[in-house]
């Protein structure tokens, strides 16, 4: 048994270095890879003519065959990539999956536009100040270099429909947009959209995006007489913002020295606890903060006591078994008395132990939260303080719906975007029903 997990290991292992030698080689030929959930796999984009894909890992010194498992990722296929020498001390044979995640290729029959393909950045627009017109030329002038005649005339003619007063324009069916690509067009390509309609519905004379990632919070600021008002684009009904971007919002947009100060506010600890510790040991001192079973449960079959867990503490007891399958029976009653449910046979036969118990913490923290009246109250008034406008751009099968409202009009609750991505916990912003 001992011989057996030690190859499980081995072989995990060998995974990650030809994960590694592949990953340095596709960015040499400046491939972007990226990361997704489903276990240990690499993702990146290639054409998906079957010659092409042959020819280009067997420069590689790989093979390419079908994946014999269910495709890992829910919008692209999965192959395994398998080494045919050893290579930098990686054993030949040695197999690990890759996801071709080309938007051109995925299971769905064809993708549009991948993830982010169609944001500000990427069409130029960040840390530019633009009128509606010169919104138009740019984009429409990248449109052209980086589609087809027929795709970019898709994109331009969408900026086109979008300059108007009403709150709903029609999709003209022609377009032959599916419900993929409405939804990046929604996500991504709606900040452009809903600058180019708020100048018209909201009287902005002008529109700045910020560079990328400097405002997590703001999408781009309408300009009119000289003042920015900060917008925030969302997709459809709502979406999650983090605790921090709230926080810098108000410093920054505070109405009155006076509006900022959240002393009084019952969810100032919820907010120290978030901002103070990492995404890890945030879920746990959130859970001590509340009182919940599960910390209580947790210090009981750990033995460590409540004021010592931590990320640390919690890091070395996983160590101390032999077996995950040994760790998991030992989590069992914390897991019951979460009542978050067991993790997937996938979680607990991967390779990151603390994510058996981070995880549900962190699934069940925010819907704690959520239940207790008093924090959320507090939460939505500190969160209206901020003097920023949330723009929706809804894009269905037939129509593109914006619609505009400032903070005071809308509500707001703790979300989390789980434990792969390595966020913390965050807010959902929601219409005010």
């Given at each position: ?325 040994k760790l998991a ?59 920023l406008i949330q ?18 009009q809308v509500e ?22």
């Amino acid at each position: 048994m001992m011989r057996f997990k030690m190859f499980i290991s081995e072989s995990v292992n060998n995974q990650r270095l030809l994960k590694r030698y592949i990953e340095t080689e596709i960015k040499k030929k400046g491939i972007k890879t990226s990361s997704g959930r489903g276990g240990l796999h690499t993702r990146f984009p290639l054409d998906d003519d079957p010659k092409k894909l042959q020819t280009f890992f067997s420069k590689l010194g790989v093979s390419l065959t079908d994946y014999d498992k269910d495709s890992i990722s829910g919008k692209f296929h999965t192959y395994n990539l398998t080494i045919n020498k050893s290579i930098n001390g990686i054993p030949k044979g040695t197999t690990i999956p890759w996801v071709n995640n080309n938007s051109k290729s995925s299971i769905s029959g064809g993708q549009m536009f991948s993830n982010k393909e169609l944001t500000p950045d990427a069409f130029g627009l960040a840390g530019k100040t633009l009128t509606q017109k010169q919104i138009m030329t740019v984009v429409s002038k990248q449109a052209k270099k980086k589609y087809d005649a027929v795709t970019s005339a898709k994109l331009i003619t969408l900026l086109k429909q979008s300059q108007t007063r009403k709150n709903v324009i029609q999709i003209d069916p022609a377009l032959g947009l599916k419900s993929s690509d409405l939804t990046t067009l929604s996500a991504d390509y709606g900040e452009i959209m809903a600058a180019i309609w708020a100048m018209s519905s909201l009287r902005f004379k002008s529109a700045y995006f910020p560079t990328a990632s400097n405002e997590p919070l703001i999408d781009f600021y309408g300009i009119r007489l000289g003042v920015q008002y900060p917008i925030s684009v969302k997709s459809g009904g709502g979406g999650k913002v983090t605790v921090q971007n709230i926080i810098n919002a108000i410093e920054k947009r505070a109405k009155t020295a006076s509006s900022s100060d959240l002393s009084d506010e019952k969810s100032l600890v919820i907010f120290k606890t978030v901002n103070n510790n990492s995404m890890k040991d945030g879920m746990i001192e959130l859970h001590k903060v509340m009182k919940t079973p599960a910390i209580k449960e947790l210090s009981k079959v750990t033995g460590i006591s409540i004021q010592n867990l931590s990320a640390a503490s919690l890091g070395e007891w996983t160590k101390s078994f032999e077996s995950n399958e040994k760790l998991a029976k030992a989590l069992g009653p914390f897991w019951k008395t979460n009542q978050h449910g067991t993790p997937t046979e996938r979680i607990i036969n991967g390779n990151d132990r603390m994510r058996l118990i981070i995880s549900p913490l962190g699934e069940s923290i925010w819907k704690i939260l959520n239940s207790n009246a008093e924090i959320k109250t507090s939460l939505t008034n500190v969160a209206r303080q901020v003097t920023l406008i949330q723009t929706n751009v809804d894009v269905k099968n037939n129509s593109i719906t914006f619609q505009s409202n400032f903070f005071k009009q809308v509500e707001f609750e703790f979300g989390w975007a789980g434990y792969a991505g390595g966020n913390k916990l965050g807010f959902k912003m929601s219409l005010k029903k």
